[in-house]
């Protein structure tokens, strides 16, 4: 039987700082009727100064080793997918590796701004499959807080801090049945880079950057180019909408997830949706989302989850899962 990668436990960290709708209004140009109305957001956690992309990812990291019952020793690959890391270098794999004191191995980071989390998935996956790696953390942490522009209404209010992680190990088959990755798929459109951006980098010392979007042409590209994305997944495995226990969506706005859902035929019952609480966290908001809805019993072992994620670049794709 073929080496397979299962998802042996998940785990999420949020900022303890809360951020709610009303304070943003007491602020800027905005209203807590307007942010809900047109994306579904309440509230948000900013992190605070020790709270960094490597700590949280760290913390991620720990939660979803203590629910597959492993430790640093079973750890040989660390994958953050971020786009607000400590450093240019050394990259947050390796202050996760530091900071969990994992000793053997490798780690690097993955760069595709929100679709992240899949694509370090995807990359996870074919390592293991492929006998490089046996026991991979797979990271989204992100602290967008860092990057906004607070004087910008049309972004501000929209995302959110925080880190999610699974680990991943190589199912030998037996015993297995037919849990694990079944399948990732990714796409890029790089002539779409002017619509969502941050304007500057640490090697552009004359611009920290912030974030950049046209919202309304990302809502445009998001609800077709996502939906396109999980029927190939259903397509590639013979599988069709009836067939998926749960969507677990990135969370950018609500009324692009409930888009993409109704595209699916899904009942709303079998979407998670986290942002009216996170808001968009980037690479971090699908593997929160997947670890609140498996602490709390919703999805559980056996369940055929269906992961979705679209962001700057463009970038997007999706991984079809059992659990
Ligand atoms: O994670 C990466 C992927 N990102 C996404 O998928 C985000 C996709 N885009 C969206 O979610 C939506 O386009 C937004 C939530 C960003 C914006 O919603 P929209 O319904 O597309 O609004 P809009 O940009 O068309 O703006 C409508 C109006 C504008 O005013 P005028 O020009 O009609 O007078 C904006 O200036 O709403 C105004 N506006 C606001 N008003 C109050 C924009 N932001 C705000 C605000 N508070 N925070």
């Not at 430790?71 to 794999?93: H, L």
């Not at 992961?307 to 700057?312: D, N, Y």
């Amino acid at each position: 039987m073929q080496t397979r990668s299962i998802l042996a436990g998940v785990g999420g960290y949020l900022p303890e700082r809360v951020m709610t709708n009303a304070e943003f209004a007491g602020r800027i140009e905005t209203s807590d009727e307007w942010i809900r109305e047109r994306t579904g957001i309440g509230q948000r956690h900013f992190a605070s100064e020790h709270e960094t992309c490597a700590y949280m990812g760290a913390e991620a990291s720990r939660a979803a080793l203590r629910a597959a019952g492993a430790g640093p020793d079973d750890v040989d690959a660390i994958i953050p997918a971020t786009a607000t890391p400590d450093q240019a270098f050394p990259s947050t794999a390796l202050h996760v590796q530091a900071a969990l004191g994992v000793t053997r191995g490798f780690g690097f980071d993955v760069s595709a701004a929100c679709a992240g989390f899949i694509y370090a998935l995807s990359v996870a996956d074919a390592m293991i499959r492929t006998g490089q790696a046996t026991g991979v953390l797979v990271i989204g942490s992100e602290v967008y807080s860092r990057i906004l522009n607070w004087q910008d209404r049309t972004t501000c209010v929209l995302f959110g801090d925080g880190a999610g992680a699974v680990f991943l190990t190589a199912g030998a088959g037996e015993g297995s049945g037919d849990r694990g990755v079944l399948s990732t798929h990714l796409r890029a459109q790089g002539d779409l880079a002017n619509i969502l951006y941050v304007d500057g980098a640490v090697g552009r010392p004359d611009r920290p950057g912030h974030l950049v979007m046209h919202g309304r042409e990302v809502f445009r590209h998001a609800v077709g180019k996502l939906a396109e994305a999980v029927e190939l997944a259903l397509s590639a495995n013979g599988l069709s909408p009836a067939d998926v226990d749960w969507l677990v969506p990135h969370q950018a706005n609500l009324r692009i997830i409930d888009a993409v859902g109704r595209k699916l035929g899904l009942p709303k019952e079998r979407v998670v949706v986290t942002v009216d609480r996170h808001a968009n966290t980037s690479a971090a908001s699908v593997p929160l989302a997947l670890a609140e809805a498996t602490r709390d019993g919703r999805i559980r072992r056996g369940d055929l989850v269906l992961l979705e994620a679209l962001g700057g670049g463009l970038t997007w794709g999706s991984a079809l899962v059992r659990m």
